[in-house]
């Protein structure tokens, strides 16, 4: 929300910014209310807009090539399952943070102030128009009041000093002025500018907009009685005369508005065809250009990478019609068989078939919703001493089987890594446990023996905050995992009842 608010703010400056150096001065009345109007639309939608960008790939290594660390074998950083759920480590629950619902009782609050003096303006300009006579005059009425005013409107009425009007003393180019500001609905800019900063008051940018936009009115109706009376001199005359008047109401177009001297010298400004076109044409870019800074943007689907997995299971066999429903040959997996002495000659059928005894006692024919396998002291025993008796192709074939997996080697990241991670894309965990992405300052490189990046594929993470998974492991935690790689892990190999391989570590 921070994030909205502050490119909402931004995005308006910018846009006016452009109104008052390129567009104000000149003669385009007609557009440039448009361009007000637009700019406050288009500033208040833009930061919600969502933007598929695709950011660069990290650098990880000097080789620049993406490591992506599955820690399978200790369970000590985020697994990617078999169903591609990420799993998160709990953390505990904190105290509740009051300070959103203090903002927003504090935004509120000052809305509705600002609303009911709005609601106030417009019970006060009814109000006047209840209380004195109105009169016709073609598409608006005269509202005839007896304080000493300026000529003003609002929506179809016209406020003029019932005295000066009997007595002849408005000018007839004074009622043209504000029936023009009638015609063209001014006062519809006026009730949307007034709503608009009632509920974005936070934006310090509405009165200048609102400003803007009055002066530009004062400008369109200026013009149109130049047009009619062909008299520029004596309209500036009469305009300086009721200079020194006192207001009307608030939220009415009032012929005594601020910035006469502005008004006198756009009377007599002239903007060439070919510069107004090119006014116009020079704002498309500058949309276009507005619109990439301060939209909403988002990684956009990742392309995949190459890793390098600790253990890698073989590709899943789909279950289609296609398929055989007999029970699917094992392929051999020399991939989870790591530095394991093997017996030259082979084991004998009676061995194979001892081995093929024990293991039928842990036959996992249901891969989801049963306990963990525990391996009996004396089965492990037995079984890692017949295991050492297969050659390698004996040793393919079994479900359970004994792997030394290689220890770690150190990959230190660098501070740049580090700072890359503390973004809204990143999910961070550091020794196996989920922290928040700014806890990262607080850690130095030299900290850190190892890292690696997991980058999830655009279907996984629609359901997630975050799109990239940085897993860090300290010095010390990275000595300790080596340590315990020293001795070889067990593991169970099948396929379930729908034919998918299976790969599960007993420890």
Known sequence: MITYLINFILCSGLLLAVYHFFLRNENLYQFNRFYLLFSLAFSLIVPSITMEVYPAQPTLTEANQPVV????????????????????????ASAPDYLPYA???????????????????????????????????????????????TPHSFLKYIFINKSEYEDGQI????????????????????????????????????????????????????????????????????????????????????FNYLATKKRLIMMTKNTTAATAWFARLAIIPVIAVTFLLFCNKTAAALAPVKSIALFKGPAPVKNNDTVSKKKLPRPPMPHLLINYPTAKEGASPAVLKEYAAIESKYDRRYYRNVPKIALSQADKDKLEELFKQMNRKQQEAQKIVFSYQKKFGPIIPTQARLDSC??????????????????LKNHQPQEF????????????????????????????????????LENPHIVYYSTDKNGEKITEFIE
Request: proline share 4%; charged share 15%; net charge positive.
């Open 171 to 254: 000018a007839p180019q004074i009622i043209c002025h504000e029936q023009t500001h009638i015609k063209q609905l001014h006062s519809l800019d006026v009730i949307l500018i007034e709503l608009f900063q009632a509920i974005c008051w936070f934006n310090p940018l509405i009165p200048f907009y609102r400003k803007a936009i009055q002066l530009n009115h004062e400008f369109l109706a200026d013009e149109a009685v130049i047009k009619n009376y062909d008299n520029t001199p004596a309209y500036q005359y009469l305009l300086l005369s009721k200079a020194g008047q006192l207001g009307g109401l608030y939220l009415t177009s009032q």
């Open 69 to 92: 660390i599955w820690d399978m074998a200790t369970a000590v950083s985020p697994i990617i399952t078999a169903n591609h759920a990420v799993q998160q480590s709990v953390t505990p």
């Open 422 to 439: 503390d973004n809204s894309l990143y999910a961070v965990w550091i020794d196996g446990e989920r922290v928040k992405t700014s806890e």
């Open 449 to 484: 023996s190892r890292y690696g990046i997991i980058k999830l594929p655009k279907v996984e993470y629609k359901s997630l905050t975050y799109r990239i998974v940085a897993n860090f492991w300290t010095t010390a935690y990275f000595n300790s995992l080596n340590k315990r």
């Open 103 to 149: 903002l927003i009782a504090i935004y509120s609050l000052i809305t509705v102030v600002l609303l009911v003096r709005f609601t106030r303006n417009l019970y006060a300009i009814r109000c006047a128009v209840a209380k004195n006579a109105a009169r016709p005059i073609n598409n608006a009425k005269l509202v005839l009041v007896n304080d000493a005013v």
